[in-house]
């Protein structure tokens, strides 16, 4: 970061305060990734792109922006990166997973609603994201109350677009849909200032399902075999994360690197958790780094995590966007609404889907257990979890619910919980 300094105060980044939140931040990675036992030599490289997140990654985002590409900052997976990919840019996530900018959130928003949405709100106010600083707008979504709000505020610090995402989703919804992915392209024009061929958004249609075919391929080999986990759970979540943060094709290498280390390992029987191990899945909120918190409470206390139905996790990278046969801009926005429209956010009612799904993955992993995450005042979430819970009771499948917020206040309990939940399974 101290070789970045120059750059990050150009984009306006508060240099001093946000040398003191990189500084914890790497504190806690250390204190929570290095020291895990046996780990992948392939992890290497997403250690150092820790030691970079908020330097020379930001670095290449804004020298893509000092060649006219595009820079989309995110808080959901239902904005089409494909597109943005497509016109040679970079569409990432922005941070939104820290306590530590919560209180200078609350001078503008209630106090009772998501830790996500305050988080990332106060990462504007106090400039300490250098991901917010660099990108040409926000694209925000209609998707929760609290999110679909707050653009408004923060659209005095920023510029934000917002994409109507439907509740439902009936033929008329997804027409919509469509016509809101189409208006996204022409935002991305605006930037680009140039047409974007369909040539190119099939082009970021090719990378973005090579990177999602990757993250499939871990997802496979650190849970197929009951006997045998190659990685731990918390690394494949920080890969994850890192997944919406850097550039496309050396992420998509790094993991496929990966994946052929842990194809040898699976082989060879090389586990870093003893054969008996419970095996967990995360069900629900999505996890924002540094939100390590329930990843670190089931893997300190004899548990192992294989899996995370969250948007950071399996339903980002569960289905890739068909293109065979495409002829037409209007075709390849049918088959990107088609794609996006699978994901099982509780946003939508019904979402039936969603627990068919659960049902089926914890099934094909052999799983010995659920736990269902909630960050607190996620209203579409926790509700839901009352019909998840019921169908896991159906299927005799064990299951805790947890709801949490940034604060470390509650770790303890959290791990308590964790604890007699692994003891009971
Ligand atoms: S597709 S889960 S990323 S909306 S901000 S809904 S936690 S109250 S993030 Fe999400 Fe897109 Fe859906 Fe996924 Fe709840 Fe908080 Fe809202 Fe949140």
């Known amino acids: 970061i101290e070789a970045h300094k120059d750059l990050l105060s150009s984009i306006g980044v508060d240099v001093e305060r946000h040398a003191k939140m990189m500084g914890m931040g790497l504190e806690a990675y250390k204190a929570q990734f290095l020291g895990q036992p046996n780990r992948p030599k392939a992890m290497e490289y997403f250690d150092w792109f820790m030691s970079e997140i908020q330097g020379q990654r930001i670095a290449e985002i804004n020298q893509l922006r000092a060649e006219k590409k595009p820079a989309v900052g995110t808080f959901c997976i239902f904005v089409p990166e494909e597109i943005v990919v497509g016109a040679g840019g970079a569409c990432y996530g922005l941070c939104g997973g820290s306590n530590a900018t919560i209180a200078d959130a609350e001078t503008e928003l209630p106090r009772n609603i998501c830790p996500l949405i305050k988080s990332a709100h106060g990462f504007k106010l106090q400039r300490t994201c250098a991901y917010t600083q660099s990108s040409d707008f926000i694209y925000g979504e209609t998707t929760c109350e609290a999110k679909k709000k707050a653009w408004e505020i923060l659209a005095k610090h920023h510029p934000v677009h917002v994409m109507n995402i439907p509740h439902m989703k009936r033929e008329k919804d997804l027409k919509m849909w469509q016509e809101e992915i189409e208006e996204f392209k022409e935002h991305i024009e605006g930037v680009i200032e140039q047409p974007l061929s369909l040539e190119a958004m099939k082009e970021g249609v090719r990378k973005v399902n090579a990177k999602r075919s990757a993250l499939q391929r871990l ?15 918390k690394d494949c979540l920080w890969i994850t994360q890192v997944g919406f943060m850097d550039d496309i094709e050396r992420y998509t290498a790094k993991i496929n690197e990966l994946c052929d280390e842990l194809e040898e390992r699976v082989k060879e029987g090389v586990s870093v958790f003893p054969k008996d191990t419970p095996r967990l899945m995360v069900l629900g909120t999505p996890f924002a780094p540094p939100n390590w918190k329930l990843h670190t409470a089931v893997e300190n206390t004899g548990g192992c995590v294989i899996n995370e139905e969250s948007c950071i996790g399996h339903r980002y990278f569960k289905d890739n966007v068909d293109i065979e046969g495409v002829q037409n801009d209007d075709e390849l926005y049918a088959r990107l609404m088609e794609r996006y429209s699978k994901i099982d956010c509780a946003c939508f009612t019904p ?31 926790n509700v839901e979890s009352h019909l998840v819970t019921e169908a896991m009771a159906k299927e005799g499948i064990p299951c805790l619910v947890i709801e949490s917020d940034y604060s470390p206040e509650d770790a303890g309990q959290i791990k308590t919980r964790v604890e007699a939940f692994l003891e009971s399974i």
């Open 219 to 233: 997802d496979k080999l650190r849970s197929s075999n009951p006997d045998i986990m190659p990685i731990s759970g």
């Open 351 to 381: 979402n039936t889907g969603r627990i068919d799904k659960i049902v089926q993955m914890y099934k094909e992993r052999q799983a010995d257990g659920v736990i269902y995450y909630t960050l607190s005042f996620c209203h579409t979430y």
